[in-house]
């Protein structure tokens, strides 16, 4: 199996690498673009491996995706390159609508053509598998049913808007041409070496600064979380046993407010770092402007992925948690340095403190007079 995954240095992408060649004898070609996001050394273990190669270059790009398909001639597409970050789409939304949606439908558009090139059964056995989120859902109110893979798209960010887009194109091929794809959106992942712009590698790295944590609005947002590695095993699953032209929604069902999720981290980080100088972290926390159009509420039902196809989470969120902070305060060096990498405050990504706002955690009497950097 010779197997295509885009965006493989990211986050997630990393992840699904690492894991199919420690449990498979697949070959591995990356194409990523290494954008601020991206980590390479996220797959230091892989480099010496001969089944593993890099293709540093644009999903967009049409030329280098054709000589790719050419060469390579992949029996499967694993597409997670995306700009995915919602606070970076409404700063910008360009590059999200270049990479998520243009880079999909060129994708879409190369593999069409390598497809049409096989012969049976190469030509029923390729997957097109593409990774979206429960973000082009839209946001549930807190009474309502966790989304299914009937719900309807409703996105709200430009980054949801661009990800939707991209789902409906891959379907579009589908339907229209043929190709055999699969579609899978998850909930929000977290584990190691996720760019700490995101929430929960943000707030480690702020709680071990001795920095204010910034949450918007009140934390009253609710998100529902996955391990990274169990995302990574639900997409070989999928992509290896999913029945062509489905969506599988991705989600273990671990729903928590902001406040509750970083209340945690910052108990587990009281816990693991006994002589810190900022215990009790949760006196760090410091309610922020709302995000515009933050959506409320995300949670999914994974019933179809686990009915199907048997997967479980291996781990609670709580282990997961755990295992995460233990792995950000051992590669603590690495957490600065990306730090230093994003530096919120340059790129003027700050929100100023919510109005009236007071800390989040009692006992500080502390806030910030000009905005909490993100
Ligand atoms: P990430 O931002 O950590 O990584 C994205 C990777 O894509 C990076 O390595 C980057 O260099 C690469 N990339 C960006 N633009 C590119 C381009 N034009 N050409 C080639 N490569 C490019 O993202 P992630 O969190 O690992 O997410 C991966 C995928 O999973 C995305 O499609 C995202 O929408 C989806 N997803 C993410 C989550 C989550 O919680 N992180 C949840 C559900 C779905
Ligand atoms: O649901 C899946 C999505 O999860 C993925 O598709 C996205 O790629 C991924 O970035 C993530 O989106 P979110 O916007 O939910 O993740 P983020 O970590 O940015 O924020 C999580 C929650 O925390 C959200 O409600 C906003 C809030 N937040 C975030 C940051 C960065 C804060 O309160 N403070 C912050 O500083």
């Not at 918007?216 to 046993?241: C, K, M, T």
């Amino acid at each position: 199996m010779r197997l295509l995954v885009t965006g493989g240095c990211g986050f997630i992408g990393s992840a699904v690498v690492r894991r199919v060649l420690r449990t498979t004898d697949w070959t591995v070609v990356v194409l990523d673009k290494l954008t601020y996001a991206a980590e390479p050394r996220a797959l230091e273990e892989t480099a010496a491996d001969p089944r593993y190669r890099l293709v540093v270059g644009d999903v967009a790009d049409a030329e280098l995706l054709a000589r790719l398909f050419a060469e390579y001639r992949p029996d499967a597409v694993l597409h997670l390159a995306a700009e995915s970050h919602v606070d970076r789409s409404i700063d910008g939304p360009e590059a999200f609508l270049s990479t998520n949606v243009v880079g999909t439908f060129r994708l879409l558009e190369a593999a069409l053509a390598h497809w049409r090139t096989l012969s049976e059964p190469d030509r029923s056995r390729f997957r097109f598998h593409h990774v979206s989120t429960d973000e082009v859902f839209g946001a549930l109110d807190p009474e309502d049913a966790p989304f299914r893979e009937t719900s309807p798209y409703d996105p709200r960010s430009p980054y949801a808007a661009s990800k939707a887009a991209a789902d409906h194109f891959v379907r579009a091929w589908f339907h229209t041409y043929g190709l055999p794809v699969l579609i899978s959106n998850a909930s929000n992942n977290y584990g190691p070496w996720q760019f700490p712009e995101k929430l929960i590698p943000l707030a480690i790295a702020k709680a071990l600064e001795g920095q204010p944590i910034p949450l918007y609005g009140r934390g009253e947002q609710v998100r529902d979380w996955l391990f990274v590695d169990d995302h990574a095993a639900a997409l070989l699953a999928i992509l290896g046993r999913g029945r062509v032209g489905r969506t599988y929604l991705v989600g273990a069902r671990a729903e928590r407010t902001n406040l509750e999720l970083v209340r945690t981290l910052c108990a587990i980080l009281d816990e693991l770092v006994p002589n810190s100088p900022h215990r009790p972290h949760a006196r760090l926390i410091r309610f922020v402007a709302d995000r515009p159009g933050h959506d409320r509420r995300y949670a999914i039902d994974p019933t179809r992925l686990e009915a199907e196809l048997g997967w479980r989470p291996s781990r609670s969120l709580e282990e997961g948690l755990r295992a995460t902070v233990a792995w950000y305060l051992a590669h603590r060096d690495w957490l600065a340095e990306m730090r230093a990498r994003y530096d919120g405050r340059r790129l003027g990504l700050v929100r100023p403190a919510a109005a009236g706002a007071e800390p989040a955690a009692a006992g500080t009497g502390r806030t910030e007079p000009e905005g909490t950097e993100r």
